[in-house]
């Protein structure tokens, strides 16, 4: 049975328009009650217990198997994996994949091929942990696609900016189509010279959600002013909708059903850089196992 903040947000999802301009997205104020809400603001250990990317980015990954949440304390762990687990994954995931059904196979097949996206969307989605990230102030995000594996991607913020110039969430149109020429965090100014349009911004708030289609061209990135005078780092909880079966590990079965040249140049550099990787680690993993006289 569902319980009283699921079936809260069920009707939140449920309702909410799905705007398409300029891709497909929601924007939901106060999505969650301001009693759990509080609870996992409360809750949120010290920025010293994330771990660090850089001198800009840290995450806390809400991953039972992760070093970090493992030693976060016992009711930030409970908070916090009931909103993983009985709100991302129970309850908006399946609203999203079943409301956003013909785009996430559109995607897809554009991705992969009609056949391989008929059998990603029969083998279904899921919400994938999560993680908390933390961004120091000043920080920017030029306009970009997520990796090209996830569906849709959520947001939920936990700070919140003064006005559009400290901080938005900011939805761009490319001049045209990118081509995806790499399967990772995709800047198609970068990697193809595409100028892009800033068609929408969504100033960030405390509980405030925004999901969208992560398509080709569904392009986002992270708005502050240059000059702002900001004193906090910026919080924000984010997960993926993503397949149960990832495609990607079964890729070199799935080369030849590619038809699209553009798709299987993407996924053939995939692979053979995947294949590279893999071979690279058991090189050094026989090297650290080695008798030490065996390496000299």
């Known amino acids: 049975m569902a319980s009283d903040l699921q079936q809260l947000v069920r009707e939140k999802v449920e309702e909410i328009e799905i705007q398409r301009d300029p891709f497909p997205h929601a ?3 106060d999505l969650l009650p301001k009693e759990f809400f509080g609870r996992l603001v409360e809750t949120i250990p010290p920025l010293d217990a994330f771990q660090p ?4 980015k840290s995450n806390l990954r809400i991953m039972d198997s992760n070093q ?3 030693a976060a304390p016992e009711q930030f762990r409970k908070t916090w994996t009931r909103l993983r687990d009985d709100v991302i994954r129970d309850t908006i995931a399946p609203i999203l994949v079943r409301r956003l059904k013909a785009d996430i196979l559109e995607k897809y097949a554009s991705l992969f091929s009609p056949e391989l996206a008929d059998e990603i969307m029969a083998g279904g989605l899921v919400s994938s942990d999560g993680r908390i990230m933390a961004r120091k102030p000043g920080y920017k995000l030029n306009p970009h696609s997520d990796s090209a594996q996830y569906a849709v991607t959520c947001l939920l913020y936990f700070t919140s900016a003064d006005d559009a110039d400290t901080g938005a969430l900011c939805l ?8 995806l020429r790499h399967t990772s965090t995709y800047y198609p ?3 193809e010279g595409i100028a892009v349009e800033l068609v929408k911004e969504i100033p960030i708030r405390e509980n405030l959600f925004v999901t969208f289609l992560n398509g080709a061209e569904s392009l986002h990135g992270a708005r502050v002013d240059p000059g702002s005078n900001l004193s906090h780092e910026r919080l924000a909880y984010q997960a993926h909708i993503v397949p149960r079966r ?3 590990s079964e890729m070199d079965r799935h080369l030849d059903r590619l038809d699209d040249p553009l798709a299987r140049q993407r996924w053939q550099r995939y692979w053979d850089a995947r294949t590279q990787k893999l071979q690279r680690w058991a090189e050094e993993e026989a090297k650290a196992a080695a008798p030490s006289d065996a390496r000299g």
Do not use: G
Request: aromatic share 12%.
């Open 172 to 179: 761009f149109r490319p001049e045209r189509r990118p081509e």
């Open 53 to 56: 990317d850089d001198d800009v």
């Open 246 to 248: 990832d495609p990607r």
């Open 27 to 29: 924007v939901i104020p």
């Open 189 to 191: 100014a970068k990697e």
């Open 68 to 70: 970090y949440f493992a």
